[in-house]
């Protein structure tokens, strides 16, 4: 479904006790949800605007409509696709799924370190279109899209087929996670030798130099240093997952809500 044809169905303005809320998002980790007209294939997500102990108690909170049944997130590597993707999955009553999982299931099981050593990365791309194609088609669905998905424009019209978020996460901030957990997994960044932090953040800039307009054909982006400044942290390492969900969510309202601004002026 185009994002277009779901902003009209966006619903918002929904009052609720913000005290609640809070406690449930403690409780639960993850955005408060309750699903709702489920034969439309809907679900409302409460949203609290965070932060919550700088307002008063009678707070506002958004009730979103995500009619949309296909959400993506496209992100350099580390960016943290998965943890958010698997949240906003949870939080919407949607599936979620990785599109590398999904390349490695229709190679066999492969991983996509092999993958690229056994066949090239040309091999792997055409597996990453052909399984951005398949996700695209389905419904109630989060994705993990790969690193690299951005750069092909094909790739690109299969993840409009819904709404699509970029998570842009300082690279410091990537090298620092990827290189805690090492670069075995990842092929793109397992090579050379000496200080693990030093050479993957080099090797991110120049990934990222490549690819960063590409990012920003994101109908959303969520900027981990704009949440941080929002709740008054200076470092984005201080940010919990459903933190940047909460954030996403919101992001993915102010786009349907300014694609109903301007479905409204053109029709
Ligand atoms: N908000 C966060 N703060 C700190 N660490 C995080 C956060 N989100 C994810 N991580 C950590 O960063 C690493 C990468 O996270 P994740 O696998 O979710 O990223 P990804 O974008 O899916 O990565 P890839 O594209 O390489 O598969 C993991 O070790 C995860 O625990
Ligand atoms: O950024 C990239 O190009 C990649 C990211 C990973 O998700 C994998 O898709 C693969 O390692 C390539």
Redesign the pocket.
Known sequence: MEAATVAPRLQISTWVDSDKVARRLRTRSAASFSPRLKDRNMTQVLLPHLPTSKVSNRQRHVALEVSCSYNNFP??????????GKIMAQALSYSFI?S?SLVEHDVGGTSVAEIFKLYGEGFFRDKETEALRKLSLMHRLVV?T??GAVVRPVNWKCMKKGISVW?DVPLEALAQ??A??GTGS?PLLHHGSGDAYRKTYMRLTSLFEERGDSYANANARVSLENIAAKLGYRDV?N???TA?VIEALEQIESYLKEEHRHARITF
């Not at 992100?75 to 958010?84: D, E």
Request: a positive charge; zero cysteines.
């Open positions: 992100g350099m590597m580390g960016s943290g696709k998965t943890t958010v990785d590398d993990s790969g690193g998570l996670r990827i805690a957990v990842r390492s940010l919990t997952p940047i």
